[in-house]
Structures are given as C-alpha cells and as structure tokens.
C-alpha cells in the first residue's frame, strides 16, 4: 500500500533525526542523562549495575546509534514491526532524559519540555502502530489459534467414530483404563498372595529339612576325620621310607662328587699355571 511507502519514512525521519543530534553532540543529552544512569545502578540488582557504565555518554550515543538504525529500517520497510518495537523502546529513556518537564523549576523550560514530552507520546503512539500493523495479513496471534483449532480437529477425525462421537471416545477410551487397572491391580494381589503363601511353605520345608541336612553334615565330617587319622600312619611310613632312601642316596654319590670336584680343581690350577707361563713370556718379548 502506497500510504506505508510514505508514512513508514516519514515517522522514521524523526528518530534518526534524534539519532544523529545524539551522536554529534552528546555532551546535552549526557548531562541530562547522568542522573538517570546513576539512579539506575542505584535500582537495579549488583549484577546488572555492574554492566551500567558510570559515564552517560555511552548509554547516550548508543541511544542514538541504534534509532537511527532501527529508523531506517522503518523507512524502507525492512522488518518494519520490529523496527518499531525497537524505536518505541528507545523512546523512552530518550522522553525521561530530554522532556522531563516535571523536574525542571523555570517555567519558559519546562513549557518547552512539555512540548517535546507530548511531541514524543505522539511518536510512541505511531511506532506502537507500526509495530501491530500486519499489512493486511493474518496476525501471528490469529494464525496460531487457527492452527490450534485445526490441530484439535485432526486429533477428533482420528478418534473413533469420527468428531461428532469424540468426547464418548475419549470417555470409552477413559473407561477401558480405568477397567484395565483394576484388573491389573486384582491380578498383582493374587500374585502377591500367592508368593506369600508359597515362601511360607518353602520356609516351613527348610525348618524340616534343617535338622536332617545338620546331621548328615555332622556325619560326614566324622568319616573324614577317621579316613585322615586311618591314613595319617601309613603316610608318615612313606614319608620316612623316601627320607631314608634319598639320605642313602645322597652318602653313596658324595665320594663321587667329592672325587669330581678335586679332578675339577687340579685341571683349573694347570691351566692357571699355563696362563701364567704365557703371560710372563709375552712380558719377556715385549721388555727385549
């Protein structure tokens, strides 16, 4: 439509305008501004306080920086309706800091804030149009409810017997689960019954069997003990047998060994000697 072509821009003009005044000469704007900044590091919570700058002058220029990119977005038709939403938040400090014409004691000065408070409630009245305005098209409030509506159709088509019997599915349906968890919960009770009764039983039987298990331990472990002592005699027997064979053993190869040792020690002193003998010959031949 031709009138946004033309209204967009001309909306626009004014926060740009108010962009650029804040940018080239912020000293004013910083001024007026510095009390609010303090005031807010005062209000806001330790952790937000600390990202407020002490100086007025950022928060100032930053101010302008960004109405004048959201005012050219506005102007040519750029995501126009968050432009506006942007605009008509910048707008705010920009009226607190410029038209507060409530604090301001000469009369010609706070006549001229006055103005300029009602100049910039007009601009925030237009960007909060702006900001609502869906050019003719569905809202996203309105689409979403649309979309709700046919989900909740879809769900009542695909339930049995179609959407006029919907709400009597949903009770059947309700009814049936409540049905299968009774049954569930008798069933679970039998089964708990039963396991109960069942591990009485298998205690009783272990109270019976326990006495005659106990005996029947006690008795083997008695066989055992006469096997070992029957055993214990013959095995000492043995172990004296091999003792005295290997002591035997031992006495009739140590005349050997000792023999063996002796011929072993004999030949290592002939062949020291022989060594010895070399090596004072080869001394001889190197002093000549």
Sequence with gaps: MILRK????????????????????????????QPLV???????????AAV???????????NGAVQIGAGILLATGKAPRIASGVLAGTLAPTTMVQAAFWAEPDPQ???????????????????????????????????????????????AAALPFGAAASNSALQQLADRAQHDAQ??????????????????????TVADRAPVLAEQARDRAADWAETVADRAPVIAEQARDRASAWAGTVAQRAPEIADTVRTDAREAGRRARR??????????????
């Design 38 to 48: 303090d005031g807010a590091r005062n209000v806001l919570p330790e952790p937000a």
């Design 52 to 62: 407020v700058p002490t100086d007025a002058a950022p928060v100032v220029k930053i």
């Design 109 to 155: 000065l706070r006549a001229l804030k006055r103005d300029v408070f009602i100049k910039n409630v007009g601009l925030l009245g237009g960007v909060l149009l702006a900001a609502a305005d869906t050019e003719g098209k569905p809202s996203l409030a309105w689409r979403g409810r649309r979309r709700a509506e046919a989900a909740k159709a879809g769900i």
């Design 183 to 204: 049954e569930a919960g008798e069933r679970a009770s039998v089964v708990a019954d039963a396991a109960r009764e069942r591990a009485g039983e298998l205690a009783e």
């Design 275 to 288: 060594d010895a003998k070399k090596a004072r010959a080869r001394l001889e031949k190197l002093e000549r």
């Design 6 to 33: 033309i209204t967009r821009p001309l909306l626009a003009s004014a926060f740009v305008a108010s962009g650029v005044e804040a940018l080239r000469t912020p000293a004013a704007q910083t001024r007026t501004a």
